[in-house]
């Protein structure tokens, strides 16, 4: 996986009046923090990071935070706060990582195909478009790919039917639904009930009848 670098600057105040200074200058007020890295206020400018978030390895990117005056820790983003509806962040938390252990991640997954049951009119419901996985920082897959092409009206894929990737353990229950056909809602035929005064009415009809018919039994047992 690339790696992109960086460029930071510590010595900032914490608290939110500090926080929203930093935004007006078009910084994202951040922290980093590991193992062996006590945690150090910074923040970095809001454009870089946005191109440091936004290759193909996404939020998973191995970033090279270089600290101005500092030293350059290797490190992944791992607490991104968005704006709740504006294109900006917030606040950022770097966590340093050792290349050599593991990590976990979360990898998107991309449907390829189209599935034999979109093809008869059942509709494609994803339950999931990220997937759990314990893997090395630099073989983090940029996204899962999952062919759905066979699932036919009905069916669907588990955690358990992802294909297998090289150094990548999937953390999540393997009967864990990925995806599913389903049947259109407005194919799904319902129960046909009888308005309920007509039932009540063919019920009195029927017990009616029943007593006339003792009746007649009556009558006639009497005559004999």
Known sequence: MEQ???????????????????????????????????????????HDLHVALHTEAGAN?????????????????RVIDRHPFRSEYRHIDFVTVDLSQKVTAEVAIH???????????GV??????HVLVEVL????????????SEVEIGGSLRIEDLPEVEGVVYLEE??????????????????VVEDEELL?????????????????????EATE
């Open 174 to 191: 393997a009967d864990g639904v990925v995806m599913s056909v389903t049947v259109p809602a407005a194919e799904i035929e319902e129960p």
């Open 4 to 46: 992109v670098s960086l460029r930071a600057r510590a010595g900032r105040k914490p608290g939110s009046r500090e926080s929203r200074r930093v935004r007006r200058q078009g910084q994202v007020p951040a922290v980093v923090y590991g193992p062996e890295v006590d945690p150090i206020p910074i923040q970095v400018d809001s």
């Open 61 to 77: 990117a191995i970033i090279n935070l270089e600290i101005a005056g500092g030293d350059t820790l290797t490190t992944m983003a």
């Open 124 to 129: 494609f419901s994803p339950r999931r478009t």
């Open 111 to 121: 449907f390829e195909g189209t599935p034999l049951g979109v093809q008869e009119g």
């Open 137 to 148: 920082p630099t073989e983090i897959p940029g996204f899962i790919e999952l062919d759905v």
């Open 200 to 220: 009540e009415g063919e019920e009195l009809e029927e017990g009616e009848e029943a007593e006339e018919a003792a009746e007649e039994s009556g009558e006639a």
